[in-house]
Each structure stands twice: as C-alpha cells, then as structure tokens.
C-alpha cells in the first residue's frame, strides 16, 4: 500500500523559505513519477514541480527560478526547497506518486492509480 507523508509546511513572510518533504513508503519509488502539486483557497489544484522516472524535472512557469524540486531515492523521500515565497504561493501543498512513470505535471496527466499524501499548508503573508 503506498504511503506519502508531507511536513515541512507552515507561515512565512513573502521573501521567506520553506523546505517541504514527502516520505514515501510501500512501493518501488524510483519507478513512479513524483511531483508536488498545490491548491490555494479557492483555486483549482495545479501541478508545481515533478521528477519523472528518468529523472527528468519539470517545473509550472510561476516558480521557475524559486523552488526546487529534489530527492533522495535512498530514503524515498521526495523534496520541495521554496525559496522568495510570494503570497500567491499560499496554498495546501500536496505529493503525490504515479505508477506510470510520467509525465505527472497537470492533474489531468495523472493515472488512476496515483496516491496522494495528506497535504501541508504553506501561508505566506506579506
């Protein structure tokens, strides 16, 4: 049974950092597309970063140049390192696992049989 458990969220003000993590457990982790996506009041879910099977990134237009998305295959732990945070980064930030290897950048590319981990809210003020 797959597992992802985010922390790392909280409140910061705009200019901040935040290092978001997502532990992942029961399956084979390097063989699934991992990304982090993230839905502000209001808004629809929208992918933000995602490592596919072969490694490669890819990142949504509206943080490029701020966050970085890493892992760390040995511990199944997948990262988000936010930095310059701005207000409209407010939003429950999600991870999330798909079987299929990728893409995995919109939730509309995302199989059925993706897992998602609970969230952590990350509030930025300014």
């Known amino acids: 049974q797959v597992q992802l458990v985010e922390s790392g969220g909280g409140s910061v003000q705009a200019g901040g950092s935040l290092r978001l993590s997502c532990a992942a457990s029961?399956?084979?982790?390097?063989?699934?597309?991992m990304g982090w996506f993230r839905q502000g009041p209001g808004k629809e879910r929208e992918g933000v970063a995602a490592i596919n099977n072969d490694g490669n990134m890819w990142y949504v237009d509206s943080v490029k140049g701020r966050f970085t998305i890493s892992q760390d295959v040995a511990k199944n732990t997948l990262y988000l390192q936010m930095n310059s945070l701005k207000p409209e980064d407010t939003a429950m930030y999600y991870c999330?696992?798909?079987?299929?290897?990728?893409?995995?950048?919109?939730?509309?590319?995302?199989?059925?049989?993706?897992?998602w981990g609970q969230g952590t809210q990350v509030t930025v003020s300014s």
């Open positions: 029961g399956y084979t982790y390097r063989r699934y597309c």
């Open positions: 999330a696992a798909d079987p299929l290897g990728g893409p995995c950048y919109t939730p509309s590319q995302l199989s059925r049989g993706t897992s």
